[in-house]
C-alpha cells in the first residue's frame, strides 16, 4: 500500500509534548480515516475527514486530539500533551469515495512512542 | 462493547492444508465484511470482503463465507502457504454516512509451518 504515506514512521515524544502525524493519501483519494491500534488489540476507528471537513469524530478522544484535513496538504492528527497511554501504532487509511463497498487502504503507519 | 470479534488469537496450520479464520459481529446493522492481512510493522493489506447479499465470495485462494443469521463469517485459505502467516483482521461496515468506517476484530494470528 505504498500509496497512502505516513510519516513520520517512529516518533519519540516525551510526556507534555505535542505529537504530529502526517498522513499523504492515495492519488485521487479524497476520504480519511485515522485508526489507532494499542498493544495486543485490533484497530479502533478514531475520526473520518475529507477535505476540509471532519465527517464523523466519534472516535476520538475528547480531549487533547485534533484532526484535520486542509485543502492542501496531507492529514494532520494531533495529540497535544501526550501520555504514556497514548503509546501505541496509529494508521491512517483513504478511500475513493463514500458508502459500502468501498476498500479503504492502509498506510504503514505512525509507532508513537511516549516516554 | 465487542461489536466485531475474533474468539482465536492463533492458528497454526501445516503447508498445504486449509486455514480457516472465524469471525463473529453483534450489530445487525453491518452489512459489509472485510477481511485485511497485516505483517509486523505494516499497515492492514485488503484481502478480500464480500457484502451481505452474498452468502460466498471467492478470489483464488481464499474464500469468504457469510452466515447472516448466525451473524457469523470466516476466511477459508486453501492451501496455505507459508508467506500467509501473518495477523488477519475481520473488519465490518454498515452506514452510508460513516462512509467507509470500519469496526475490527482482535486478529488471529496465522501461522503456516512448511
Known amino acids: 500500500n505504498a500509496g497512502v504515506m505516513q510519516n513520520p514512521r517512529h516518533l519519540v515524544r516525551r510526556r507534555g509534548q505535542e505529537a504530529r502525524l502526517r498522513c499523504s493519501p492515495m492519488?485521487?483519494?479524497?476520504?480519511v480515516y485515522w485508526y489507532r491500534q494499542l498493544p495486543e488489540e485490533g484497530l479502533k476507528f478514531m475520526v473520518y475527514?475529507?477535505?476540509?471537513?471532519?465527517?464523523?469524530e466519534s472516535g476520538m478522544p475528547k480531549e487533547r486530539f485534533s484532526a484535520e484535513f486542509p485543502k492542501e496538504g496531507p492529514s494532520i492528527l494531533r495529540i497535544q500533551q501526550v501520555v504514556r497511554g497514548d503509546s501505541a501504532a496509529y494508521f491512517c487509511?483513504?478511500?475513493?469515495?463514500?458508502?459500502?463497498?468501498?476498500?479503504?487502504?492502509f498506510g504503514q503507519g505512525t509507532r508513537l512512542t511516549v516516554v | 462493547d465487542q461489536q466485531v470479534k475474533q474468539n482465536s488469537p492463533s492458528l497454526s496450520v501445516q503447508e498445504g492444508r486449509i486455514s480457516i479464520l472465524n469471525c463473529d459481529y453483534t450489530?445487525?446493522?453491518?452489512?459489509?465484511f472485510l477481511w485485511y492481512k497485516k505483517y509486523p510493522a505494516e499497515g492492514p493489506t485488503f484481502l478480500i470482503s464480500?457484502?451481505?447479499?452474498?452468502d460466498k465470495n471467492e478470489d483464488g485462494r481464499f474464500t469468504v463465507f457469510l452466515n447472516k443469521s448466525a451473524k457469523h463469517l470466516s476466511l477459508h485459505i486453501v492451501p496455505s502457504q507459508p508467506g500467509d502467516s501473518a495477523v488477519y483482521f475481520c473488519a465490518a461496515s454498515g452506514s452510508e454516512t460513516s462512509g467507509s468506517r470500519l469496526t475490527f476484530g482482535e486478529g488471529t494470528q496465522l501461522t503456516v509451518n512448511p
Open positions: 464480500i457484502s451481505s447479499i452474498k
Open positions: 450489530n445487525s446493522m453491518f452489512d459489509y
Open positions: 475527514l475529507q477535505k476540509e471537513n471532519i465527517i464523523d
Open positions: 487509511a483513504s478511500s475513493q469515495r463514500q458508502g459500502l463497498n468501498t476498500e479503504a487502504f
Open positions: 492519488k485521487g483519494h479524497s476520504h
